[in-house]
């Protein structure tokens, strides 16, 4: 073994060691996901289900951002989209799209979105405060930012997120 090759290896137990999380350091779970280029999370505890793929029913009549509504095992639910909330403009192509069926104490509803990246268990600590260069729209609806796989991501407040689009109605 080459002096350079173990030097690798141990460089690479030692950054493995730094990312070992202490046993009672509180966690979070987070969904996150993408919209265009930008990634986002809600936290996992509001997010009931990820549907890779389900039937949505348009609504005559309802807001352009109510994509329509669902059957979930006979309830029915209604599914956004939240590029318009966030005003990032939509894929041209559905792709890999998924919807998070989404519940707070006030509301439950779908969201769309791009693509799901991970389902992933952080120390509360990796999450900081959001910066100030958010665009409007984000910042309003911001609880937090975190580093995953060299990528920022903001984390929503998800009853922000719902007040807002009945406020507005996306």
């Not at 073994?1 to 690479?12: C, N, P, R, T, V």
């Not at 509301?107 to 959001?130: C, N, Y």
Request: proline share 5%.
């Amino acid at each position: 073994m080459s002096e350079s090759h173990l030097e690798q290896l141990l460089a690479k137990r030692r950054n493995d060691v730094r990312q070992i999380v202490k046993e009672d350091e509180p966690t979070v779970t987070l969904v996150i996901f993408s919209l265009a280029e930008d990634w986002f999370a809600f936290p996992g505890t509001q997010i009931r289900e990820i549907l890779a793929h389900a039937d949505v029913f348009f609504v005559p009549g309802c807001p352009s951002s109510l994509e329509g509504v669902i059957n979930v095992r006979g309830d029915i639910e209604s599914v956004f989209r939240l590029h318009d909330l966030m005003q990032i403009k939509p894929p041209e192509e559905e792709g890999k799209s998924a919807i998070l069926l989404a519940r707070t104490d006030s509301m439950s509803s779908g969201l769309r979105v791009d693509q799901v990246m991970d389902v992933v268990e952080v120390p509360r600590s990796a999450l900081q405060i959001p910066p100030a260069g958010l665009s409007e729209q984000t910042g309003l609806l911001a609880s937090g930012v975190l580093r995953f796989r060299e990528r920022l991501v903001t984390v929503l407040d998800l009853e922000k997120v719902f007040t807002q689009y009945l406020r507005g109605m996306g």
